[in-house]
């Protein structure tokens, strides 16, 4: 049964025949039902589902940061919506026809905010990851307040580890501690830079796999 919510000229919500009607982004929408098919799919098909599987696993965890930091709304496409057709599109790779992971292509965040300058990571004893930068808080709309953030993604257990605002730009050095559980495990490391007020942030940077002792 649908209910109509503003009278008869109004939206409504739920199924009347061949149509659905919802709200979506604000804006009310009628669609037909999609039609059922007993033909088999094709290997094309097959492999773009694969891909948009892969794509919305590995991102949803990041939701979160690319809510705010993933460029800006673009018409009905948010920014989770932008950072899910970026990724597919250019973080994806087929291997033994499988869709498979390219890292370093994977953006967390992108933006207009001047980026990090030299920065590197190096992994340290008890689990620490250590990253260093050169302060360019004076380069472009860069700032000594502008907050570092990092992301370790661990492929042998399919996990993320987000660590939010570790550093100012002006620290120039940031230090992260992974959990014991990850010893002897291999990071894909990203890290990006927002401002205080969370309204830009910079491309992320892939600092490369880095393996814990």
């Known amino acids: 049964m649908a209910e109509i919510k503003k009278g008869i000229l109004g939206g409504f919500s739920g199924k009347v025949g061949p149509v659905v009607g919802a709200n979506w982004r604000g804006k009310d929408i009628i669609r037909s039902t999609p039609k059922s098919s007993s033909r088999p799919k094709t290997d094309k098909q097959i492999l773009q589902q694969l891909k948009f599987k892969t794509t919305i696993t590995f991102l949803h965890p990041l939701r979160n940061i690319q ?38 292509k994977v953006l967390i965040t992108r933006g207009d905010l001047t980026g990090f300058q030299n920065v590197e990571a190096q992994a340290a004893t008890g689990g620490v990851i250590n990253l260093t930068w050169e ?79």
Do not use: W
Request: proline fraction near 1%; charged fraction near 15%.
């Open 67 to 104: 809510n705010r930091f993933f460029g800006t709304d673009a018409g009905a496409k948010s920014k989770v919506n932008l950072a899910a057709s970026y990724f597919i599109n250019n973080a994806i790779e087929i291997v033994d026809g499988l869709p498979a992971v390219i890292y370093n």
């Open 135 to 213: 302060d360019n808080g004076l380069q472009g709309n860069a700032l000594a307040t502008d907050k570092v953030s990092v992301v370790c993604y661990f492929e042998a257990v399919s996990a993320f580890e987000i660590f939010e605002g570790v550093a100012f730009r002006s620290d120039a050095e940031a230090s992260i501690t992974l959990h014991s559980s990850y010893q002897g495990m291999e990071a894909q490391v990203y890290a990006f830079i927002a401002n205080e007020a969370e309204t830009q942030a910079c491309n992320s940077v892939y600092l490369g796999a880095v393996n814990l002792g």
